[in-house]
């Protein structure tokens, strides 16, 4: 990790343009099922997407869906910050996008079931008010699939 004072003034400067207040106390529910009876599904910041889908730029705030069936190895990672390594991405995908742990946990009935769909958002560049509209949507497909629950990974 690159320490703030080892980036150019410029990039200093951008990162901290983005320090955000707290955004207060979580608003927390109640579980209404066990762990063994969820249905989760994943969300990623890690830009990632198939090769033939459209990369992700740099202020995008849209989102790719990904299905649970489809073959994560085959996923590329379009995040474009020059200070993120994707060394563990390369080696194992489950370093930003665990979908091979969440698929055990659900065999090994740790949870009801993954869902069928996960999705992967552009974590860098933009203000997180510019991601309402996607989120929105995102929100919508998760409750048409039935998810209880959301494991997030931020990149």
Excluded: C
């Amino acid at each position: 990790m690159v320490k703030l004072s080892d980036l150019p003034d410029y990039e200093r400067q951008h990162l901290l343009s983005k320090n955000r207040p707290p955004l207060g106390p979580p608003v927390w529910t109640v579980r209404q099922k066990s762990l063994t009876h969820l249905r989760v599904a994943l969300i990623t910041t890690a830009g990632l997407h198939f090769r033939h889908d459209g990369a992700f730029n740099f202020t995008d705030a849209t989102f790719r869906p990904i299905p649970g069936s489809s073959d994560a190895n085959t996923l590329v990672m379009s995040h474009s910050s020059v200070n993120f390594d994707k060394t563990g991405f390369i080696e194992d995908i489950n370093v930003v996008f665990p979908i091979d742990r969440l698929k055990e946990l659900a065999r090994d009935n740790k949870i009801g079931s993954a869902a069928d769909i996960h999705y992967s958002f552009m974590g860098a560049g933009l203000e997180p008010e510019e991601f309402a509209t996607s989120a929105s949507k995102v929100a919508g497909l998760l409750r048409k699939d039935e998810v209880d629950a959301v494991f997030l990974t931020p990149v």
